[in-house]
DNA sequence: TAGATTGTTAATCGATTAACAATC
DNA sequence: TAGATTGTTAATCGATTAACAATC
């Protein structure tokens, strides 16, 4: 029935959230496709394609009800739901992920922590203590996890996709190089490559170097 | 003289990077544009478009040198120049990417570290002692950074982006939620935004599940 | 009502894909 | 030489931008 929506404007979404919620919290109670795209470097032809993709929340000669349209795009993404995540990888990532993100308005709710260095083991994050990686079957199937989120480097993921896959894990944030994609392509993947993310910025340093 | 390339096909780049530098490690000195592309989830004709941008790296009838290829996009990327780089914030995030990544061969050399926090300071991370936020200006005046690691949250950046852009520095690999090019347009901003990642996610999953 | 600004259709632009001649 | 596969041009597809009628 409703048309496809194309990755390009699902991306932009967080964004438009974003400037909508810090435009809340200043007090502004509506907002122009023109002033919107100004602050969010777009063209105001763009914001508008891209709010109607999912509904009409504008009123004409008036503009958008700042505080509805953010409510609307806040359902559009779902961070009403919270899925149940679970975390595997308690080093410095892990542990920067943990206790960086606000999980519960994001969507999410983390529900468990685990590491496989027995160092790591038993130390408390976020209020979570970070259990051994050996007890991850047995805490799966007696709880409602969803989600995984992978901090772990690729060779450690490789070995453990598959016990997450046949618990009925399908989806993953996945910090390492491993394709999990490729392997299983009925899972929703996230990746967040940072080396990939340093090597751009690499390149446009060095081209906006360049004399033209 | 050179046309533009492409955003979309220079994000490209460092998976490029990644997959060649996995057939090298696996001894596979030759490939071809339809065999990359499997591997990069792309067309072959996507492949040869993306390569010829920089010019003829393939062999008719033969394909392209493995060996060769990753070095050529290696050099394209510019990871051989090695920009100085600090990095500001030394919680989880800052530790995490301190620790995490091999900057050495994604074109950085990371030189400082700095913080604000009392506790932190002192501490080794990668062989770098933490310095003092307040000896953020006479390190930069002293050395030749032209790069900085943001990883603290917005308020801070806010007031700190003044001062890093008075001393010079236009590169910044950015994880705030602080709009560096819009108040500095004449900078060069990567920046990740961890929320937005996982808010995306979370719209994929909703989407996913809906019945069709 | 007049002015403003949306929703939406049409036009443009650019990126991806297809096709095939060149050539190793 | 014949087979394979690139480099490159042309065709297609989709996303962005422009324009304007609808309407608050």
Same mark, same amino acid.
């Given at each position: 029935m409703s048309k @496809? $929506?194309?990755m390009q404007v699902i991306k932009r979404l967080p964004r438009y959230y974003r400037f909508l919620t810090e435009l809340e919290n200043n007090g502004v109670d509506k907002i122009s496709s023109t002033k919107l795209a100004e602050t969010m470097n777009a063209t105001a032809s763009q914001v508008r394609q891209d709010l109607n993709c999912f509904g009409g929340f504008g009123q004409q000669g008036y503009g958008y009800p700042v505080a509805n349209l953010r409510e609307e795009i806040? /359902? =559009?993404?779902g961070l009403d739901v919270r899925h149940r995540a679970i975390l595997l990888g308690a080093g410095n990532l892990g542990r920067a992920i943990a206790t960086h993100l606000n999980f519960e308005s994001l969507g999410f709710q983390l529900t468990a922590i685990f590491e496989k260095d027995q160092k790591l083991i038993g130390q408390m994050l976020r209020g979570i203590k970070v259990m051994s990686d050996a007890q $991850?079957? @047995?805490y799966i199937q007696s709880s409602d996890v969803d989600t995984a989120f992978l901090t772990l480097p690729k060779d450690s993921v490789e070995p453990l996709i598959d016990k997450l896959y046949a618990l009925g894990i399908r989806n993953y944030w996945n910090f390492s190089h491993f394709d999990i994609a490729r392997k299983y392509s009925d899972t929703v993947v996230e990746n967040v490559h940072l080396s990939d993310s340093l090597m751009t910025l690499c390149y /446009? =340093?060095?081209e906006n170097k360049k004399p033209e």
């Open positions: @496809e $929506i194309s806040g /359902r =559009i993404l $991850i079957e @047995e /446009r =340093i060095n």
